[in-house]
């Protein structure tokens, strides 16, 4: 599978502040997941997106399918400590395979 | 509860001995998936199954074997383990492998491995 390039790849924040990260693509892709991870756990599901120019809010978070389909964002706003942790994309083509391209993640410090 | 279960969640294992990770899912997926995650290589795919008897390489494949004799299982099987797989395994199912929100696929808590 591919693998996109998230950016960036670490951040240190304080809490408050709003974050900014995305992912590319050097091929269109149909679906965008954004997930986090915990440390010791598995990915958890934070947004789906489906259609190019999308726009899908959970919360403090927002996420964005770019209308080229070769890029995704992923904002989150007023940060807390408990949004510590790792930041995935995941994008698919369904008209060339069935794999789930991931990005290598987007690790995230907040302090108090 | 809708989820993703593995098992063990800790294995410690020596070098030769085979061994097999158990993962189940109670939302009649279709697709399945096993990852591994590795520090600073991210998620990267091992094997996948659309559906019961239907498995496929992903981009790791070598070293692993895997069986969808249900639709609800999905075992990886490492038949004689070496130090190079030790790591973090997650499997992962989704509705379809059709695009839209079939596409979605929800993670197992993780199984680590140590290989020594």
């Known amino acids: 599978g591919q693998q996109l390039n998230q950016s960036p790849q670490s951040m240190f924040i304080q809490e408050g502040e709003d974050v900014s990260m995305n992912c590319t693509s050097s091929s269109i892709f149909n679906t965008w997941l954004w997930y986090k991870q915990d440390p010791g756990e598995g990915p958890v599901l934070l947004i789906a997106l489906y259609k190019a120019g999308e726009l899908t809010s959970n919360g403090r978070l927002t996420a964005q399918f770019g209308i080229t389909r070769k890029d995704s964002f992923l904002n989150i706003s007023a940060s807390i400590p408990s949004d510590v942790g790792i930041y995935f994309c995941?994008?698919?083509?369904?008209?060339?395979?069935?794999?789930?391209?991931f990005g290598k993640g987007t690790s995230l410090l907040v302090t108090p | 509860e809708a989820q993703v279960t593995q098992n063990p969640r800790y294995l410690i294992t020596v070098t030769g001995k085979k061994l097999t990770v158990t993962c189940s899912q109670n939302?009649?997926?279709?697709?399945m998936s096993w990852y591994r995650q590795d520090p600073g290589l991210g998620l990267r795919q091992i094997y996948y199954s659309m559906n019961v008897e239907v498995t496929d390489k992903g981009d790791v494949p070598e070293g692993y074997k895997v069986s969808r004799k249900e639709k609800r299982n999905f075992p990886l099987i490492l038949e004689s383990p070496s130090p190079n797989q030790t790591s973090l395994y997650f499997c992962?199912?989704?509705?379809?492998?059709?695009?839209?929100?079939?596409?979605?696929?929800?993670f197992g808590p993780g199984t680590r491995l140590t290989v020594l």
């Open positions: 992962a199912s989704s509705l379809s492998i059709l695009a839209g929100r079939g596409a979605t696929q929800y």
């Open positions: 939302m009649n997926h279709e697709y």
């Open positions: 995941a994008g698919r083509n369904s008209n060339s395979g069935y794999a789930l391209n």
